[in-house]
T-cell receptor, first 112, second 113 residues
Framework: DVKVTQSSRYLVKRTGEKVFLECVQDMDHENMFWYRQDPGLGLRLIYFSYDVKMKEKGDIPEGYSVSREKKERFSLILESASTNQTSMYLC???????????FGPGTRLTVT | RKEVEQDPGPFNVPEGATVAFNCTYSNSASQSFFWYRQDCRKEPKLLMSVYSSGNEDGRFTAQLNRASQYISLLIRDSKLSDSATYLCVVTRMTTDSWGKLQFGAGTQVVVTP
């Protein structure tokens, strides 16, 4: 059974703080993704990675960065959190040539 | 215009009834289509792929209409456990698009006893 885990279910941070969201998958998937989900907007892709140390911008990368030092781990970094980054953050992974993505449980981040 | 548009609902459906809803997409070059299901406060999970010829998975039937650029999902004999948000998903068409998906905002279905 594929398992994608995220470091926190709920997180509250202050404006200007640096925030780290961690994602780990245990199925040796090549692809990993970070999305945010907001009401009425659906899932929007922030960053994705096809391989270790490789990253590519998604649709809304501004204010975010990522790190993939190991195949199983993909981190999302908010360099200086702002209130408009309050959202549900979902990590996903998939095999190299597959469109089926497996999602983690999500992290609900509140920036005050 | 959004790349993938869905009626947000909610569609209130009596248990045992049939419900159907559509999703439209704007990129005529999209090649692959899916329905994902998201339960309240849970992560999305793949429900089924949508093939050109239409396909069935138990009580669920998915159809694709390329000419009009929409896909549909029909749920027969609705169960209480079918209550969820159904996300329409199409593939992104760029040179490096493998694995990249475009998600609709979802259609909420509420099955009532």
């Amino acid at each position: 059974d594929v398992k994608v885990t995220q470091s926190s279910r709920y997180l509250v941070k202050r404006t200007g703080e640096k925030v780290f969201l961690e994602c780990v998958q245990d199925m040796d998937h090549e692809n990993m993704f970070w999305y945010r989900q907001d009401p009425g907007l659906g899932l929007r892709l922030i960053y994705f990675s096809y391989d270790v140390k490789m990253k590519e911008k998604g649709d809304i990368p501004e204010g975010y960065s990522v790190s993939r030092e190991k195949k199983e781990r993909f981190s999302l970094i908010l360099e200086s959190a702002s209130t408009n980054q309050t959202s549900m953050y979902l990590c996903a992974s998939s095999l190299k040539n597959s469109y089926e993505q497996y999602f983690g449980p999500g992290t609900r981040l509140t920036v005050t | 215009r959004k790349e993938v548009e869905q009626d947000p609902g909610p569609f209130n459906v009596p248990e045992g009834a049939t419900v159907a809803f559509n999703c439209t997409y704007s990129n005529s070059a999209s090649q692959s289509f899916f329905w994902y299901r998201q339960d309240c406060r849970k992560e999305p999970k793949l429900l089924m792929s949508v093939y050109s010829s239409g396909n069935e998975d138990g009580r669920f039937t998915a159809q694709l209409n390329r000419a009009s650029q929409y896909i549909s999902l029909l749920i027969r004999d609705s169960k209480l456990s079918d209550s969820a948000t159904y996300l329409c998903v199409v593939t992104r068409m760029t040179t490096d698009s493998w694995g990249k998906l475009q998600f609709g905002a979802g259609t909420q279905v509420v099955v009532t006893p």
